[in-house]
């Protein structure tokens, strides 16, 4: 008797262990970005650590959004229900400047810089759509 609840404690353990794991597991968040009409370029700010290798969506099968031609993707790893952070930076070609950035379609309000922090989690479905679109300086 003994000896069977040593083995049913041992197995009870084992599945809290195996099931502990499971409830971290890895998820994929996908970034697609890209700019809207020209003029200028998009890129990912890289940190130290972070220097994610980005591809063109159409090159991708991974990429399941149907992304216009220029749009560029990367995933990164997180965990389920958590959320990934990445930070773009806009750099306008000469003489335009920043309009206007978008997250997953919606213009993001107020951003008018050259950079815009973008936060993905689950409520995103795990992808985030970051679309920047420069404008012509006007001469005042």
């Known amino acids: 008797m003994k000896k069977i609840k ?11 262990l195996f099931c502990s794991g499971c409830a971290h597991r890895e998820y994929g968040y996908y970034f697609h970005y890209r700019v809207d009409g020209g003029n200028g370029q998009i890129r990912i700010e890289e940190k130290s650590g972070f220097t994610p290798e980005k591809y063109f969506c ?19 790893l997180g965990r389920k229900k958590g959320k990934r952070i990445v930070s773009f930076v806009a750099i306008p070609d000469d003489g335009y400047q920043v309009k206007e950035w978008s997250f997953n379609g919606t213009i993001v309000e107020g951003n008018k810089t050259n950079t ?7 409520k995103d479905k ?15």
């Open 116 to 122: 815009y922090t973008a936060t993905v989690s689950n």
């Open 6 to 16: 040593k083995i049913i404690a041992i197995l009870t353990m084992a599945i809290l």
């Open 58 to 76: 159409k090159d991708k099968t991974w990429c399941e959004l149907n992304c216009p031609e220029n749009s560029y993707c990367f995933r990164g």
């Open 126 to 140: 795990y992808n985030g759509v970051i679309a920047v679109k420069f404008e012509r300086i006007e001469n005042v």
